[in-house]
C-alpha cells in the first residue's frame, strides 16, 4: 500500500541617509560590550560562542541574512561547524542559546514553565504587545491559550470554520483565469487571513475595513524580526506603526461591541466570534484583548498560508506525490505544531485550512511556475517573488 510523508518546511544628502545607521552601530556595539561584560562576570556555565563585543553587529547582520529554506543558514553553519549543536550568541539586543539538537529541543518544549520559562527578543513584545501569548508566561499565558483553546476546539471548527473555509476556498478560485500570471502566496493569502477576520471579528471577506487591515498585517509581519532600529523607513519603525493602526481598528470594533450590548439592554455578548466569545468570557482588559486578537490573526493566517504555498512549490516537482494525494492518500504522522505548553493551539484550524485548499486546488487545478522563486528563510520562510504562477483547468471542475 503507497503511504506519502510530506514535510512542508512568516533624495537627501548621504550624511543625513548615513548618520542614524552610525548612530544605531555605536548604541547596538555599546549594548554587545555591556552584555559581554555581565555575562562574563556571571561565571555561568554557558555553551561556547560569541555572546556579543565588537562582533555583535556582524553576528546580527549574519543571522538576519536571507537563506535558502534547504539548508541552515550561513549564521547557524557557521557557529555550528565552530561550537557544535548548542552555541551562544548575540542577537535582536539579547545574549541568546542556539539548539540545533533535536533531543534538547524537545526537552525543552516539555519541561517549558518547570525547568525553562519562555523568553524572547524584546522586539518581539514590542510588536506583538507585551501581554501577547506568545510572550507571556505563567496564569496569563494558560488563561489565553484556554480562550484560544476553547474558540478553535473541534466542534467550532466544524460549525463556524469549515463552512466559511469551504465558501472562501471556491470563491476565490472561481476568480481565477487561466493562463493568467498570479501570485499564490496573495492568494493563499486572501484565504488564511479572511478566514481569521471573519471569525475573530465578523468582517466578511472583500469589505473595505478587512482589506485595509490585511494590508497593514502585511507590513507589520515584514518587522516582527528586524533590527531594532527605530527612525522612520526602518522595517521595524514600519512594523511598529502598523501595529499601532491594527489595535486603533480593533478598539474602535471592540467599543462598538459594548456599546450596542449596553443599548439593547442584554446581559450577554454576541459569541459568534472570538471577540465576543472573550468579551463574555474573561475579564481581559482593553490592551490584552488587541494583543491576543492581533497575535491570532497573525498565527492564523501567516504560518498556515506558508504551509500553502510551500506545498504547493514542493508538489509542482514532485509527480509521485501529486499522484498520490489525488488518490486517497493514508494518513501520515507529521507533527509541525510543537510541543509542550507551547503546542500551537490553532493546529486543528491549520490543519484543516491546508486540506481543503489543497482539496480544491489539486483536484481542479494544473499549474506551471513562471519564474524560478526558491523560498528563503526569514522570521517565516518566504518567496521572494510570491510565487508566481498560471493555471489550467481540469475538466473535473464543478
Not at 507589520?220 to 524580526?225: A, S, T
Amino acid at each position: 500500500m503507497e503511504s506519502i510523508s510530506l514535510e512542508l518546511f512568516l533624495v537627501k544628502p548621504l550624511f543625513l541617509l548615513l548618520l542614524p545607521a552610525f548612530a544605531a552601530a555605536f548604541i547596538w556595539l555599546s549594548i554587545g560590550l555591556k552584555s559581554s561584560l555581565k555575562w562574563k562576570t556571571k561565571g555561568l556555565n554557558l555553551p561556547p560562542g560569541n555572546m556579543g563585543g565588537p562582533l555583535s553587529i556582524w553576528e546580527n547582520i549574519t543571522f538576519l541574512k536571507p537563506s535558502s529554506c534547504d539548508s541552515h543558514g550561513d549564521f547557524a553553519e557557521q557557529n555550528i561547524q565552530k561550537y557544535g549543536k548548542i552555541y551562544k550568541s548575540y542577537v535582536m539586543g539579547e545574549p541568546t542559546i542556539f539548539s540545533t539538537d533535536i533531543d534538547f529541543q524537545r526537552f525543552i518544549l516539555l519541561n517549558d514553565g518547570k525547568l525553562f520559562e519562555q523568553h524572547g527578543p524584546k522586539t518581539l513584545s514590542h510588536i506583538l504587545g507585551r501581554t501577547s501569548m506568545l510572550v507571556v508566561n505563567g496564569e496569563l499565558h494558560h488563561h489565553l491559550r484556554s480562550l484560544s483553546l476553547n474558540f478553535v476546539g473541534i466542534a467550532k471548527l466544524k460549525t463556524l470554520f469549515l463552512p466559511d473555509i469551504n465558501r472562501i476556498v471556491i470563491q476565490l478560485m472561481k476568480d481565477w483565469k487561466e493562463n493568467t500570471p498570479f501570485r499564490m502566496k496573495e492568494e493563499a493569502c486572501k484565504v488564511t487571513f479572511n478566514v481569521m477576520v471573519k471569525n475573530v471579528l465578523s468582517m466578511n471577506p472583500g469589505v473595505e475595513g478587512a482589506e485595509e487591515l490585511r494590508k497593514l498585517y502585511m507590513c507589520f509581519m515584514k518587522g516582527l524580526l528586524a533590527l531594532p532600529l527605530y527612525f522612520p523607513g526602518t522595517a521595524y519603525w514600519k512594523a511598529l506603526q502598523s501595529r499601532k493602526a491594527i489595535l486603533s481598528k480593533l478598539r474602535r470594533v471592540l467599543k462598538e461591541r459594548i456599546r450596542k450590548k449596553e443599548a439593547a439592554g442584554i446581559d450577554e455578548f454576541d459569541q459568534s466570534d472570538l471577540l465576543g466569545y472573550v468579551l463574555q468570557n474573561s475579564n481581559l482588559n482593553v490592551e490584552q484583548i488587541g494583543d491576543l486578537l492581533l497575535g491570532l490573526i497573525f498565527g492564523g493566517h501567516e504560518t498556515t498560508t506558508t504551509s500553502i504555498v510551500m506545498s504547493v512549490y514542493y508538489l509542482h516537482d514532485c509527480p509521485m506525490a501529486l499522484k498520490q494525494l489525488r488518490r486517497n492518500p493514508q494518513s501520515t504522522a507529521f507533527l509541525p505544531f510543537g510541543q509542550g505548553l507551547r503546542k500551537c493551539p490553532g493546529q486543528e484550524l491549520a490543519r484543516m485550512e491546508t486540506a481543503i485548499f489543497l482539496h480544491h486546488f489539486l483536484l481542479n487545478f494544473e499549474w506551471e511556475l513562471i519564474e524560478s522563486d526558491h523560498p528563503m528563510g526569514y522570521a517565516i520562510p518566504q518567496f521572494l517573488k510570491g510565487l508566481p504562477l498560471k493555471v489550467h483547468r481540469l475538466p473535473t471542475l464543478n
